[in-house]
C-alpha cells in the first residue's frame, strides 16, 4: 500500500489486490452493520445513472472535472474538519419504555451513532429525527470506498468529488475497530500503533512479532487505514495549498 498523490481531479494510491479485498470487507462489513449492503447501493446508483442517461443528460462535459476542483476543495476543507479520532464519552442505552427509534447496542455502531445531546430528552428526540439520515450519509460513503477499491487494477483512483465520503468512510471504519480495540485516547491509540509497528515494522522479518489473534489483526488494519487516510489529507493539503 503507498501514499496517496494529488493529480488533475483528484487523487492515485496503489494497493494490491489483498489489501484492496480486506478493506473492501471492512467497508462492507460497517456497511452491514448500519443495516445496509453495499451492493444493494451500489445497484440503486446504477440505476439512477441508467435513468438519468435515458433521460437525455450528458455527464461528458470536458471542462466540469477542472471548473468543479476549487469548490470541491472547499468541501474537502469542511470534510477534513470532520475527521476526528474515536470519541471517548457515555454510551447510548435504550430506553425502556420501547417509545424511542431503537438504539442498536453494539458499542462500535454507539460509537458511529453518538449522541446529539448530552441532555438524554433532546438526545433521544435528534436521534428520532436524524437516525436515518445520518446512517443512510455513512453506508453511501461506504459504498463510494468499496467501488473505488473494486477492480483488477492496482492503482486506487479517487475524484476530488469522492475524497470527502472517502475520507468519512474510512474514519467510520476506524471508529469501528477502535470500539472493538477499546482505543478510546491517544494514549490507547499510541499503544495500537506501537503494537502494530512490532508486528509489520521496518525491522528484518525474524524480529517482527507475528500476528497471532483477531486482535492482532484489527490492530495491524487500524494503524494501516490510519496512515492511509493521513496520506489522503496530507495530499489534499498539497493540492489545496498549490492553487
Partial sequence: MWAFRPERGGYTSTADET????????????????????????????????????????????????????SDLAE???AMDQISEPADGALFM?????DDRHVPMDEAILHLLPDMSEDPE??????????????RQKVENLA????SLDGDSDTVWITNEDAP???????????????????????????????????????????????????DLLTVLYSMLTWWQESL???????ARRK
Avoid at 124 to 134: A, F, G, H, K, P
Avoid at 144 to 147: F, G, N, Q, S, V
Fill in 122 to 135: 433532546l438526545a433521544r428526540e435528534l436521534r428520532n429525527i436524524t437516525q436515518d439520515s445520518v446512517s
Fill in 94 to 98: 435504550p430506553d425502556e419504555s420501547g
Fill in 19 to 70: 489489501e484492496r479485498h480486506v478493506v473492501r470487507g471492512l467497508a462492507r462489513d460497517v456497511c452491514f452493520m448500519l443495516g445496509e449492503r453495499i451492493s444493494d447501493i451500489l445497484e440503486q446508483r446504477a440505476e439512477r445513472a441508467q435513468a438519468a442517461f435515458d433521460d437525455g443528460f450528458d455527464p461528458g462535459d470536458p471542462l466540469a472535472g477542472y471548473e468543479a476542483e476549487l
Fill in 165 to 215: 465520503a472517502w475520507l468519512a468512510a474510512i474514519n467510520d471504519i476506524r471508529i469501528v475497530l477502535a470500539a472493538r480495540l477499546n482505543i478510546v485516547d491517544d494514549a490507547s491509540s499510541e499503544q495500537a500503533y506501537d503494537r502494530a509497528a512490532e508486528m509489520t515494522g521496518n525491522g528484518s522479518e525474524r524480529d517482527l512479532h507475528p500476528v497471532e489473534t483477531s486482535d
Fill in 76 to 78: 474537502l476543507g469542511i
Fill in 144 to 147: 463510494t470506498l468499496y467501488a
Fill in 233 to 239: 489529507l496530507l495530499a489534499v493539503g498539497n493540492k
